[in-house]
C-alpha cells in the first residue's frame, strides 16, 4: 500500500515462505552467511508444533530475526526483483505490472529499494486500521502496539518492508 511519493508498505508481514526462499538464494552461495540468517525462533513452538521449518507455518509471520538479518532480506528482495526488472527472462507473466519500469525515457526508469519501515511509516499508514503485531521491527526501535491477549515477547520480532521506487541514474 502506497504511504508517500514512490513509497510503499508491505500490507503482510514477512512469512517463513518469504524467508526460506531468502535462505535458498544464499544457501549454495554463502554456507557462512546462510548459517549467520537462520532465525532464533527455531525452538518456537505452536500447539506443541515447532515453527521452523514446517509446511504447515509457510504463511505464518517469521519470528526470531535481528536487525542484521532484516536488513540482509531486505537486501537480497531489492536484487531479487531489480534483476526482474532489468532482465525480462527472470519476469513474471503480468506483463502490465511491468510496464512502469520499461518507459523508453531513461529518466523514467525505476529500480526498487527495499528497507525497514519507520515507526512513523508503519502507524501512518492505513495499517493502524488492521491488526498488527506488538513486537514489529521499524527501523528505529520498535513498533509501539496493543496486547490483544496474545503473547508478546520482544525477543520473536515480526518485520515487514517498505519499497522506494529509485530512478535509475
Known amino acids: 500500500m502506497e504511504i508517500g511519493d514512490n513509497t510503499y508498505i508491505d ?10 526462499e531468502f535462505l535458498f538464494s544464499i544457501k549454495t552461495r554463502d554456507s557462512v552467511l546462510y548459517r549467520q ?8 513452538t505452536y500447539k506443541k508444533k515447532v515453527l521452523w521449518n514446517n509446511s504447515d507455518f509457510l504463511d505464518f509471520p517469521v519470528l526470531g530475526l535481528n536487525e542484521k538479518q532484516t ?5 537480497w528482495r531489492s536484487d531479487a ?3 526482474m526488472i532489468f532482465n525480462r527472462n527472470l519476469r513474471c507473466s503480468n ?8 518507459e523508453v525515457d531513461p529518466d523514467k526508469r525505476y529500480k526498487v529499494a527495499y528497507s525497514i519501515p519507520t515507526q512513523a511509516e508503519i502507524l501512518g499508514s492505513s495499517l493502524k486500521k488492521e491488526k498488527y503485531h ?13 496486547q490483544s491477549g496474545k503473547i508478546s515477547n520482544s525477543a520473536l520480532k515480526v518485520f515487514r518492508c ?8
Request: no cysteine; glycine share 4%; proline share 7%.
Open 95 to 102: 506483463l502490465k505490472y511491468w510496464e512502469t519500469f520499461d
Open 81 to 83: 526483483v531489480n534483476q
Open 71 to 75: 536488513t540482509a532480506y531486505s537486501a
Open 11 to 20: 500490507k503482510q508481514l514477512i512469512t517463513y515462505l518469504d524467508y526460506q
Open 37 to 44: 540468517m537462520i532465525p532464533d525462533d527455531t525452538l518456537v
Open 162 to 169: 517498505k519499497a522506494m521506487y529509485v530512478p535509475v541514474k
Open 134 to 146: 506488538p513486537d514489529e521491527w521499524a527501523s528505529d526501535g520498535i513498533v509501539p502496539g496493543k
